[in-house]
Structures are given as C-alpha cells and as structure tokens.
C-alpha cells in the first residue's frame, strides 16, 4: 500500500496560513483537505495535529475563528487570517525559501 | 511576544473551561459531518461514507486530549489538581494541619523578625549618602592598651590639613546645653564640631544653612539645630536668623536639618562651630575630640589608614612629651554602629534558624509517619497509574502549602514583633526604629517558606515514592516500617543534637546573666534618685559661684522629711563618661617606657559617698571642713592604692595632677565601683570636694539622695528649690539608680530571655519528637506486645527494652550536640560573663535535663501500650 506521509514538523503552521491567504475563511475540514490536495495526496493531515496548530495560531493571534455555514448550509468553525498572520506568511515564506535554497544547494553541490 | 501572549490565553482558559469544551466537541463534530458529506457527494454509500470519515479521524478522544494540552497548560492544571487534592488533604486532618502550621509559623515568624533587625541594622545602608566611605579615626596607644582615643585638637588640626586621602576631616566633642529664655528650661545634648562636619556627612539642611568654612573661631555665634527641637520651638516658619539662650549666652540659628537626620548620636539637638582660637588649636595635652572623615572616590580604608599613620608618626616624633606612643587607627562607620552588636544579632539568628531546624524535623518526623499510614493510598493511585515524579510533586505540593501557610502567620508575627521593636526602641539596636517588613524582608520570609516545605517534605515524599507497590498491599499498611522507623529515630537523634545547642547557649547566657546579676556593683541602688544640674560656664565660673548653688540645695534637700541622704558628684556610678587625667603620685617611680600614671577624676560633695552606700575601706569622707582654704584633700578608691601604693597605706600620702602643684593629702580609700558594663571593675578613681577642685570647668553635679519611700516623690519639691535659686536651671537625666542598675544589665537581659525562650520552645519540640516517635514505634508493635505479655514477657523487661532502645536515639543526639555546642559556643563568648564557654557544669546539666525530661517522654507512651489487654491486642490490626 502507498503509505501517505505526515507533515513534517513545523511547516503544518505555514502551510494553514498559506491555505487561508489563498482561499479565504476556511473550516478545519476544508483547510485539512485543501492541504492533502496540494500536495497530491502525499500528504496525510493528522487531526490531532491539525486542531492544537490551529489553537496555536489563534493563541498567537495570527488567524481568528467564527462560527459560520459551509457551502452546504451546515455549522461550522471558519478560521481566517488576522493581519498579523498576513504579515506572518510573507516572513515565514520568505524564510522558507531561502532555507530550502540552501538545503538544495547543498544537496546538489555535494558531488561536483 | 506572541509567545507570551498565547502563554495568558493558556494559563486562563486553565482556569474557566466549560465553554470552550463544548465549542471544541462541536468543531469536531461539524468537521466530521463535513466529511461524510463530502464522501456522499463523491458518491459512497451512506453507511461507507461514516466508516472512512471514522478512520480518517482516528480516536476522537485523543483527537480532543491533544487539544486540549495546547489549550491550557498541562502543567498548571496538574498544580490545580494536586492543590485540590492536598486541601482535602488537609480537611481530612485538621489537627496535623493546624500543628505544622503553628509550628511553622511560629519558626518563620522568629527568623523573620530577627532578619528585620539584620536588614535595619547590618544590610541597609546607613542614612548618609555613600555611607560606606564614613571613617572614624581613633588615636591608639597600644602599649597602653587604648585602642579607641578621642585625639586632641592640635593632633585632629595636623591630621586635617596633611591628609589627603579624605574628602572632609571632621571632628565633634560632646557639649551639654542648657536652653533657656524659653517658658521650660532644657537640657540638650550638644556638640561642638568642626565647620565643615555636615560637608564630611553630606547631608543637607532642611532650611536655611549649615556652617561655612571659617566659621569655628571664637566669637561666632551660628548654631544648627534639629527637627526635633525646632519642632520642640514651636516649628516656627522664620526660624532661621532668630536667637536661641545657650548656655547664658545669645546664638543664631542658621539651619534646621531634616527630621530623622542624627548625628553623632540620636539625642543631638544643636550644632555648634568650634570656638577655637589658635592656642586651643594647637593644644595637645586633653584628648576630647572625636575625628571622622569621608574617604575620597578611589581611597581604601587601609590605604589611608597607612597615610595616617605615616602623619602620626611624624606628629609623635615632632611632640614626644605628649606624643609618644599614640597611633591611629580608622574604623569603618558601620563597624563602629554595628561591630558590637554584630555577632549578638547573628547569634539571635542563628538560635532562630536552629530552631526552625528542628520545626522542619518535627514536621519531616509527622510527615513520615503520616506517609506511612497513607502508604496503602499511594500505593493505590500509583497503580492507577501516577507516576513517581507524580507522586513525590503532590506530597511536596502539600508541605509547600504547608509551609506557606507557615509563612504568612510568620509574616504575622513577625509584623507583632517589629512593632514591638520599634515601640520598644532598645538602645542597642542600631537603627530599631528604622525596622520595618521591608521588600527584603518579606522576601526572605517567602525564601525561607519555600526553603523549609522543601526541607521538612523531601524526605517523606521521597519515602513515599520509594515504596514498593506490592508489598504495601500485601501487607495491609504496614510494609514499609523498618524504614521508616529508621529514618525517624535519626530525625530524633538530630533533634535533640539541635536541642542540646540550643539549651547549652541559653543555658551559657542564663548563667553569665546570674552571675551579672548577683555581683556587687559596689553601690546600693534601693531608694536613690539621681539627677543632673548643670550650671553655665559662662555665669558659674568659679567652684564659689557653684557651691551657691549646690551647697543650700543640699542643706535643703537633707532637710526634707524621709530623705535619709543627699550628696553631689561629677559622675554618678555607672554613668560611663570617666574623665581621665594623668596624675604624679608622691614618691611613685616609673620607667620610661611604662605609661605616665592616670586616675579617672571625680567631684564629690560630703554625703556622697553615705548616699549611694559606697563604703570607704580606710580614712574617712569629705566633710564640711574642707574647704578652699584648709588643706587640700583627696580620696582614692582601692585600685589607685593597688596600684601607686601596692602594700603601704595610703592614707596621709600625697598626689597631685600632672602640671599642677597643687599637691592633695588622701583622706580616704574607698571601695571600687563596677564599669557600666558591670563584668569589669573600675581603673584607678580619684576623688576631689567640689570646694577645691581646680577645674572651674567642672560645673555640672548629679544630685543624689536616699529616702525613706520612692524618691520620685521629692521631685517637684526639688525642682522647686532650684527654681528659686535660679530659674534658668534645667534637671536632666532623672533616674532613679535601680533604673540604671537595670539599663546596665538589660542588653544581657533581653539576650539572656530571647535564646533562653527559644531554647526552651526547642526542648519541648524535642521532647514532642522523642514522644512522637517512640508511641508511634510502640503502637506499631501492639501486637508483639500482647502475644509477648501473653506468653508471660514481664512488663518491666518490655519496659525497660523499649526505653533502653529509644534512650539510645537521645544519647546519641546528646553526643553529636555537645560536640557541635563546643564548636559553636564559642561565637557567643563575648556575650557571657563569669562563665566559660564550654562550662563543662552547664553542659552536663542540659544533658542530664535532657535524658531526664525524655525517659518521662517515653514512659508515657509505654506504659500506655504494657498496659492493654494481650487479647485485645492480639487481634488488632
């Protein structure tokens, strides 16, 4: 069986904010699926690890939440990004980048 | 930032959580139901549409468990279970509860208050600004054994003006005043001092201003005053430029320092510049004046100790006839308040914290036993799955509560205490009204709570955690005790180890304070008032004028009914303030290398001596026929005579005072009186009659008199008299001599009750802890006990076994304490008189009062078990 793999540590806090930036208020659902969609099905949200990132985001003040209806009339939490969290995912995107710039630069230069 | 934010978001959702519990099961249904939705819509039947939303959630509970840790803090909600769980704890038994906390309070509220005193006294800064570059500078002359001089002027003008290692070198001497022109004559305490002595203080005025340089010269007439007199003046707003009577003459007042400002010494009122001329500048012969100065930025005391060294020798080698031998020497200020009290406070703090000591053993010793009987409760939780970090963190949860509670009676009691000491104001604390529950403190009250619950828990918690689950239930309570007894006849050993210290210090003290108190001080104080006149220089300048004054009050005040005696002198018995003069006893050689003959100086009038009961040991007193022209006389106490006529009588040789000619004929040899501090005899004395002193200077008499009732009833009569031969005459320093007999022995007093009670509160925690031990040790073994009387053990033999092993425990301990006590009695030394520090009667009897008081300890309880019913006893469990 292809076993999916879980997120790694630490890039599950960005890739909630990145979701929330580029689709808007989200539930915890939807931010899960959207996540495992990105990433082709490789990846597997892990619910236990998804609710306590997000209460952490919330503790942080980088997204709020608010009861609402889903597209299917049912009641659900929405979670959207304060403009601390705006400010947040450009910093966190930018440094993403340029670590794994180095990490691939390390990778390839090894050979040569 | 963000961090700490969330930190708050958790710590209070700790707290109030039932809304949010709900909101998260809802979140996680509606995502669950989002899911099924979505499969269906992908097109799953109903029933596989749950069963993959079901897998894809995994277990909801733990789903929940992990949001929840990241809601609140584990930790907090941990401390709130175990503060729950040791409340109840504590509901469960009152009695314990009660105990420890009493206990606790009762060790930290002694500490506490002692450290108040420590903060006032020894670690907060003295009330002048950069205090610790405060300096005195005593003249020494060592080979005379005087190491604590006031200088002369000529010797503190030379040091001022070549040392440079100070900012300002100054100089005071004691000036008594009297005020007057005002509605109440007074007697103040004065000084003379140099001009720049507030500079060298830096302290400021309240108003107006303090001297300038050049002021001390004859003829100025500037004085400072304090708040305290111009509050006393009516706290008049124009103060400054009004004029004030000292002394007879006119002064101006200049200044007014701030409330609380003092210096030298409490009591002074005015400052006055030093009226100087450039003779009196230069004089060497009186030491009289006290020298301190402020060190430069940068100069330690030890180099300008060297600096003023090199000055004094210089000075010593320009001036031999009245330099030789002096030195100097420089003491820090805070050494010079504090140096003699020092090790008195440590040593209150150190019984205080021994004591304490033993408050956690007794309260480890319970803790144990109680661990003991709630082994079975531990052993259950810790196979319901509590860990042991989990397990010795809610027994410590419970001795820190413990201890806290502790703590805040002992704030309690320690804020009782420093009212009292500051209301008490006892001389000998420095700074005892500045005591006060400062931050420090409280602060150290709450280190010492956390300290002693850690303390008195550890042990038992660390015991609990230890036991072995299965052997406790097997054995129904009870599988743990050889252990535990162990440890708790060692906590018992330690107690009365600390207990032995304890009472050997009091015990040292309560006997040096008996000894003191059962000397004979050379007077008898029963009945005798005392009270000083002082008369103005300026106005009574000669010993005529003053015997207008002193001769018909006396021949009034003898006539009053019930007055048995009255009489006049210089400086009533333990006054302390010994003029010294060097004298030339006739015919007595001494080489050049030993120190020129000295005798205190005393003005007496007849009747004196008859007042206060000091007895002559041969010849006779003054009398009435002494007068300025009959021959002048003498009378010498029997230390003179020791000294300048060791096996010869004195009475008809002659002495005199180093560059007078008046030569004076003994009279009289009377006994030695006590110093003031009443361990030490007095140096060689010389008394003079007022008619023929030759120090027109000397105006000032203590008028005693003895009477039949209190003499304090004579008061108003006597102020009276005064009043009609000159109204401008304040009394002062009224006492009766049995109030200055206890003034001398209060200090050893106090000391004497406060570890004395502290030794004895650590008796009976002691002996608490020996009967604790031992019935607990024989409740545990009521069964042996029945089956063993049942099988017909004599109960004297179970008797004696068990006080023979618990009487083990106590010698042991009294071993280890004697040991320790000889090590630490000697840190008490200075305060014991009449006894040796390690007194070897004194050690015994602590150690006899302690085997003693715990064989009754013990036979209580052992008794009470030989005393059961063998079959009752066999079947209890």
Same mark, same amino acid.
């Given at each position: 069986m292809n076993r999916k793999n879980d997120v790694w540590q630490g890039t599950l806090a960005l890739m909630v904010l990145k979701t929330l930036e580029s689709l808007g208020?989200?539930?915890?659902?939807? &931010?899960?699926?959207? &996540?495992?969609?990105?990433?082709?099905?490789?990846?597997?949200?892990?619910?236990g690890t998804l609710y306590p990132a997000l209460l952490k985001l919330e503790q942080e003040g980088f997204i709020a939440s608010e009861w609402g209806l889903s597209d299917n009339n049912r009641k659900a939490k929405f979670y959207s990004l304060t403009r601390a969290g705006r400010k947040q995912v450009s910093k966190e995107t930018a440094q993403w980048a340029q670590t794994t710039e180095i990490l691939a630069r390390f990778l390839t230069g090894g050979n040569s | 930032m963000r961090r700490f934010r969330a930190f708050w978001l958790r710590a209070a959702s700790s707290v109030g959580r039932k809304s949010a519990e709900s909101d998260m099961a809802a979140e996680i249904e509606s995502n669950f139901e989002l899911h099924i939705a979505e499969n269906i819509q992908r097109g799953m039947d109903p029933a596989a549409a749950r069963r993959e939303a079901v897998l894809r959630f995994g277990n909801p509970e733990s789903v929940k468990e992990s949001y929840r840790d990241r809601r609140s803090l584990p930790a907090l909600q941990m401390l709130s279970q175990d503060l729950t769980y040791a409340f109840r704890t504590f509901q469960k038994s009152p009695g314990f509860t009660l105990a420890a906390v009493v206990t606790l309070a009762l060790g930290i509220g002694a500490n506490t208050a002692i450290f108040s005193v420590v903060d006032a006294a020894l670690i907060r800064p003295l009330p002048y600004p950069s205090a610790d570059r405060l300096v005195n500078v005593w003249a020494t002359a060592s080979r005379r054994g005087i190491d604590h001089s006031q200088t002369s002027a000529g010797d503190y003008f030379d040091w001022h003006d070549h040392a440079s290692s100070f900012e300002a070198l100054a100089s005071h001497a004691s000036w008594p005043m009297n005020l007057t022109g005002v509605a109440d004559p007074l007697h103040l305490s004065g000084r003379l001092v140099s001009a720049n002595f507030f500079d060298a203080l830096g302290v400021a005025p309240e108003r107006g201003r303090t001297f300038l340089r050049g002021e001390d010269k004859p003829g100025n007439d500037s004085v400072v005053i304090s708040h305290r007199l111009w509050v006393q003046l009516g706290s008049a707003g124009d103060i400054i430029g009004k004029t004030l009577v000292l002394n007879g003459g006119t002064s101006v007042v200049v200044g007014v320092m701030p409330a609380g400002f003092h210096y030298p010494i409490r009591e002074t009122d005015v400052w006055v510049p030093l009226p100087l001329d450039a003779k009196n500048r230069a004089f060497r012969e009186g030491h009289w004046m006290t020298v301190f100065g402020r060190l430069r930025a940068g100069a330690s005391i030890e180099s300008a100790t060297r600096e003023m060294q090199v000055i004094a020798s210089r000075i010593e080698r320009e001036y031999p006839a009245t330099n030789s031998g002096w030195s100097v020497r420089l003491v820090s200020l805070r050494e010079e308040l504090t140096g003699n009290v020092r090790p008195v406070i440590w040593a209150f703090q150190g019984a205080a914290g021994l004591l304490l000591l033993m408050g956690c053993v007794n309260l480890a010793n319970l803790l144990l036993a109680r661990a003991a009987s709630r082994s079975r409760e531990l052993a259950i939780r810790s196979s319901l799955g509590a860990g042991r970090g989990r397990i010795v963190r809610q027994l410590l949860t419970e001795s820190l509560l413990l201890a806290l509670g502790g703590g805040a009676g002992g704030l309690l009691l320690a804020y009782a205490a420093v009212k009292a000491i500051r209301a008490s104001d006892f001389g000998f604390i420095p700074n005892a009204t500045e005591v006060s529950l400062s931050a420090a403190v409280v602060l150290f009250a709450v280190a010492c709570s956390l300290l002693v619950g850690v303390l008195f828990g550890l042990a038992p918690a660390l015991q609990a955690a230890r036991t072995d689950l299965q052997s406790v239930l097997k054995a129904g309570g009870r599988g743990t005790q050889s252990g535990v007894e162990r440890r708790r006849n060692l906590l018992v050993s330690a107690e009365v180890a600390l207990a032995f210290v304890l009472l050997a210090g009091g015990g040292l003290l309560v006997r040096s304070l008996w000894q003191m108190t059962s000397t004979d001080p050379g007077f008898r104080s029963a009945n005798v008032l005392s009270m000083k006149l002082m008369l103005p220089r300026s106005q009574y300048s000669s010993n005529l004028k003053q015997a207008a004054v002193f001769d018909p009050l006396l021949a009034k005040v003898r006539s009053m009914p019930g007055v048995r005696a009255a009489g006049a002198v210089s400086d009533p018995p333990l006054n302390g303030n010994d003029m010294t003069f060097k004298v030339v006893p006739e015919n007595f050689q001494w080489s050049a290398n030993e120190p020129h003959p000295e005798a205190v100086l005393r003005a007496a009038t007849p009747g004196y001596l008859a007042t206060v009961d000091l007895r002559l040991a041969a010849g006779r007193d003054f009398a009435d026929f002494d007068t300025a022209q009959s021959t002048q006389v003498a009378m010498i106490n029997e230390a003179t005579a020791k000294r300048y006529w060791p096996g010869v009588d004195p009475i008809g040789r002659r002495i005199r005072i180093v560059d007078e000619d008046r030569w004076m004929t003994i009279v009289g040899v009377t006994r030695n009186l006590r110093k003031r501090v009443l361990s030490e005899e007095e140096a060689p004395v010389l008394y003079v009659p007022y008619?023929?002193?030759?120090?027109?200077?000397?105006?000032?008499?203590?008028?005693?008199?003895?009477? !039949?009732?209190?003499?304090?009833?004579?008061?108003?009569?006597?102020?009276? %008299?005064?009043?009609?031969? !000159?109204?401008?005459?304040?009394?002062? !320093?009224?006492?009766?001599? !049995? %109030?200055?007999?206890?003034?001398?022995?209060?200090?050893?007093?106090?000391?004497?009750?406060?570890?004395?009670?502290?030794?004895?509160?650590?008796?009976?925690?002691?002996?608490?802890?020996?009967?604790?031990?031992?019935?607990?040790?024989?409740?545990?073994r009521t069964q042996e006990i029945g089956i063993r009387l049942a099988l017909g053990a004599p109960a004297g033999r179970l008797t004696r076994q068990f006080l023979g092993t618990g009487l083990v425990r106590v010698v042991a301990g009294i071993l280890v304490g004697a040991a320790a006590a000889l090590g630490v009695t000697r840190w008490i030394e200075t305060m014991l008189f009449g006894v040796a520090p390690r007194d070897p009667v004194t050690f015994l009897a602590v150690a006899a009062l302690l085997i003693a008081s715990s064989v009754v300890a013990m036979w209580l309880p052992t008794r009470r078990a030989l005393r059961i019913d063998p079959t009752i006893a066999i079947r209890m469990d």
């Open positions: 208020p989200q539930h915890g659902y939807g &931010i899960a699926r959207r &996540i495992e969609q990105t990433s082709g099905d490789q990846l597997a949200v892990n619910y | 008619t023929q002193k030759s120090q027109p200077w000397l105006s000032w008499a203590s008028l005693v008199l003895r009477t !039949d009732g209190d003499p304090r009833a004579y008061l108003n009569a006597i102020r009276a %008299e005064i009043r009609g031969l !000159d109204r401008n005459l304040p009394l002062s !320093d009224i006492e009766t001599l !049995d %109030e200055v007999l206890s003034k001398a022995t209060a200090f050893h007093r106090l000391r004497a009750v406060l570890i004395g009670s502290i030794a004895g509160v650590a008796l009976v925690m002691a002996l608490l802890g020996v009967y604790g031990v031992l019935s607990w040790a024989v409740a545990q």
